[in-house]
């Protein structure tokens, strides 16, 4: 499977800033996900970031505050926008290759918005 | 969209005992069903997946059952250790359209020695 990093891990944050994640992959991957963990809560989805054009987004999060770049395939970053402390979660990147529905996922990123 | 529900909320076993968890999906269009595992502080695991063309799938003490009818599926783990306690989570997707998962709410197993 991909080996899949992320920076920062984790973050501390004042409200009113914003925050970029970024999620690397070892390998060309098709599809790279975007979620969001809150404390003791499943994972949901924030968008799907696609190569070369815009971020394709679930209901409830939009562009302005959730701005996604992908680049290439194997590079996508999340931006948190004007954090506030209900921003505070983990975010994950998850990837899948071609030909394949497994899907990988990184680390996370720990953010706490005070 | 695509709703997934999961049961139960929490689950305590004595060790060597079975777990069972199960969950139901709404979106006939669904045909990938993967189990994840998530530690405290690390990411989901993927620890055993099924395709709606196949029924069940076993991986040593770990087993899963789907019903496309019914449109439910569950994950069995078998003579459990204390090393299995986790939230589980169970997730839909399809290989067309969207492609993203759809989790479950997730199940917290804890395995009593």
């Known amino acids: 499977s991909a080996v899949i990093s992320q920076k920062p891990s984790r973050d501390i944050c004042q409200r009113g800033t914003s925050l970029t994640i970024q999620c690397q992959v070892d390998s060309q991957v098709t599809m790279m996900f975007w979620y969001r963990q809150q404390p003791g809560q499943s994972l949901t989805l924030i968008a799907t970031a696609n190569q070369g054009s815009e971020a394709t987004y679930e209901s409830g999060f939009v562009i302005d505050k959730f701005p996604i770049s992908r680049p290439n395939l194997t590079f996508s970053t999340l931006t948190v926008s004007n954090m506030s402390p209900e921003d505070s979660s983990i975010y994950l990147c998850s990837v899948q290759t071609s030909g394949e529905e497994t899907q990988y996922f990184g680390p996370g990123t720990r953010l706490l918005v005070l | 969209g695509e709703n997934v529900e999961q049961h139960p909320s929490t689950l305590s076993v004595q060790e060597g005992d079975s777990a069972v968890i199960k969950c139901t999906y709404s979106d006939s269009a669904s045909n990938y069903f993967p189990w994840y595992k998530q530690e405290l502080g690390k990411r989901p695991q993927l620890i055993i997946d099924?395709?709606?063309?196949?029924g069940e799938k076993k991986d040593q003490r770990i087993a899963v059952t789907l019903n496309k009818t019914a449109k439910h599926f569950s994950l069995h783990i078998t003579e459990t250790q204390p090393e299995d306690s986790a939230v589980y989570f169970c997730a839909a997707s399809s290989n067309t359209g969207r492609r993203a998962l759809t989790f479950g709410s997730g199940t917290r197993l804890q395995v009593q020695p």
């Open positions: 099924i395709r709606s063309n196949v």
